[in-house]
């Protein structure tokens, strides 16, 4: 169960209910997933990325598929160092995610006729 920061409304977030999109904001192509508040429509993003990124976030779900196969395989230091991978492409997008959401410090709307994300200019 989820509580809005924002109107104290409970719900709760079906996989169905987190969307995903590739948005164009400020002339930059950017790809958002976020869910947004059943009552009062409030946006919560929790992935902001460059569109550009998508090719580190492919490569890092590749990795940590490698890994699991080399957890499963119990090599010990081909896993470390793919974990190290893995944990320090994290750390990059967190980097960019951060730097970009701070070009939109007023957050986001979402229209939920039109299904539209847009941000909020002030
Ligand atoms: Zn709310």
């Known amino acids: 169960m989820l509580v809005c920061d924002n109107c104290k409304a409970e719900f709760s977030l079906a996989p169905v209910d987190i969307l995903s999109n590739r948005v164009q904001l400020k002339g930059q192509d950017y790809i958002i997933r976020y869910f947004v508040c059943p009552k009062c429509n409030r946006v919560y993003v929790f992935l902001f990325l460059k569109f550009e990124d998508l090719g580190i976030i492919l490569s890092r779900e590749n990795i940590h598929t490698q890994y699991q196969m080399a957890l499963k395989c119990k090599n010990v230091a081909l896993s470390?160092?793919?974990?190290?991978?893995?944990?320090?492409?994290?750390?990059?997008?967190?980097?960019?995610?951060?730097?970009?959401?701070?070009?939109?410090?007023?957050?986001?709307?979402?229209?939920?006729?039109?299904?539209?994300?847009s941000y909020r200019e002030k």
């Not at 893995?86 to 070009?103: A, C, F």
């Open 80 to 117: 470390k160092r793919l974990f190290g991978r893995y944990d320090s492409l994290g750390k990059l997008l967190e980097d960019h995610m951060r730097k970009e959401l701070s070009n939109f410090p007023n957050g986001f709307v979402y229209d939920k006729a039109a299904k539209i994300i």
